[in-house]
């Protein structure tokens, strides 16, 4: 079983810079396919991006990817995410979400099914 812990979320002005972190337990993540969602409040989970076990693939939501940066470091067993260009509209719980497999293609890796393991979340709130 994976348990993963996220931290990292705060009030932040618009503009501004954030650093998420989630850190894994319970299994080494060199062998996961490692991702972040949100939820902004009163909607849908949403993906926001995802990195393959091997890198081989770095996937982002359209609406942050000139702004946000997924990274792992496997031997710390932490993913990160670092959000700059901060807007209102990022204002969500950010949970951190692995996969053992992942089909091929957007769909798959986008999809909330595709993933097995889920931590509880980071508020991050973007004040204008």
């Known amino acids: 079983q994976v348990q993963l812990v996220e931290s990292g979320g705060e009030l932040v002005q618009a503009g501004g810079s954030l650093r998420l972190s989630c850190v894994a337990s319970?299994?080494?993540?060199?062998?996961?396919?490692m991702g972040w969602f949100r939820q902004p409040p009163g909607k849908e989970r949403e993906f926001v991006a995802l990195?393959?076990?091997?890198?081989?693939?770095?996937y982002y939501l359209q609406s942050v990817k000139d702004r946000f940066t997924i990274s792992r470091d496997n031997a710390k067993n932490t993913v990160y995410l670092q959000m700059n260009s901060l807007k209102p509209e990022d204002t969500a719980v950010y949970y951190c979400?692995?996969?053992?497999?992942?089909?091929?293609?957007?769909?798959?890796?986008?999809?909330?099914?595709?993933?097995?393991?889920w931590g509880q979340g980071t508020q991050v709130t973007v004040s204008s």
């Open positions: 990195k393959t076990w091997g890198g081989s693939v770095t």
């Open positions: 319970g299994r080494t993540i060199s062998t996961l396919h």
């Open positions: 979400a692995a996969a053992n497999n992942l089909g091929p293609g957007a769909s798959h890796w986008s999809s909330l099914t595709s993933y097995d393991y």
